[in-house]
């Protein structure tokens, strides 16, 4: 399978600005869900958006989906230090089938 | 919540040994779990696809003589790392549909087990 990619790979802000991570698939999918990884741990499922969605808000994250440009990105409004960690998205073909993560992108909130 | 556990957390083993690593949803049944494969920064890999009672599915490229796979129950998986070596050593993270409230859409991702192959 190919993976999607994710950019930046990287992003280092301060607590308190905003955070915006971006996701390209290559498939049709039935939904793209976010995820998020602390070090060496476990994946955290976010949130999910469908593929007749264009935006979907829980708590301080926003992600927004263009079907047409195969692309999402998630904002994470006044960020914290405990933001930081690993965040991937994942797209999902069909309901319940297996998903192909990005690359992952590395969030760094400085205190 | 749904909740995966994983088990061990961590084994370092000599080179030539097998590994088993057990991935088990502890409050719902899990027809389908997932199995992956994680190197230091990068993404996750999909090994497998773990199907309770059937054959699992392997992506290709994954030999499937040496990642063994059983799904016996609805709640337990198990990957079996046959004849490691150093080239193994990973992050391996399995993960479960839960299906509840008919959404087949979540899973449910174990804390990982790290490999280390020596």
């Known amino acids: 399978s190919q993976q999607g990619e994710e950019d930046p790979q990287a992003l280092s802000i301060q607590e308190g600005e905003n955070a915006t991570m971006n996701c390209s698939y290559k498939?049709?999918?039935?939904?793209l869900q976010w995820y998020r990884q602390n070090s060496g741990r476990g994946l955290v499922h976010l949130i999910l958006?469908?593929?007749?969605?264009r935006e979907k808000h829980s708590g301080r994250l926003r992600v927004t989906l263009d079907t047409s440009k195969k692309s999402s990105s998630l904002l994470i409004t006044a960020s914290r230090a405990a933001d930081t960690a690993s965040y991937f998205c994942?797209?999902?073909?069909?309901?319940?089938?297996?998903?192909?993560f990005g690359e992952g992108t590395q969030l760094t909130v400085n205190p | 919540g749904a909740v995966v556990s994983q088990h061990p957390s961590r084994v370092i083993c000599k080179s030539g040994t097998s590994v088993k690593i057990e991935c088990r949803s502890l409050?719902?049944?899990?027809?389908?779990m997932f199995w992956y494969r994680q190197f230091p920064k990068k993404s996750l890999m999909l090994m497998a696809t773990s199907n309770e009672g059937s054959k699992a599915t392997y992506e290709q490229g994954v030999e499937k003589d040496k990642f063994l796979i059983n799904h016996a129950s609805l709640t337990l998986s198990t990957l079996t790392v046959t004849s490691a070596h150093p080239e193994d050593s990973s992050f391996y993270i399995c993960?479960?549909?839960?299906?509840?409230?008919?959404?087949?859409?979540?899973?449910?991702f174990g804390p990982g087990t790290r490999l280390t192959v020596l």
């Open positions: 498939t049709s999918i039935n939904n």
């Open positions: 409050d719902f049944q899990a027809t389908t």
């Open positions: 993960s479960a549909g839960s299906g509840l409230a008919g959404n087949y859409n979540e899973q449910f």
């Open positions: 994942a797209s999902q073909e069909t309901s319940g089938s297996r998903l192909t």
């Open positions: 958006i469908r593929s007749n969605e």
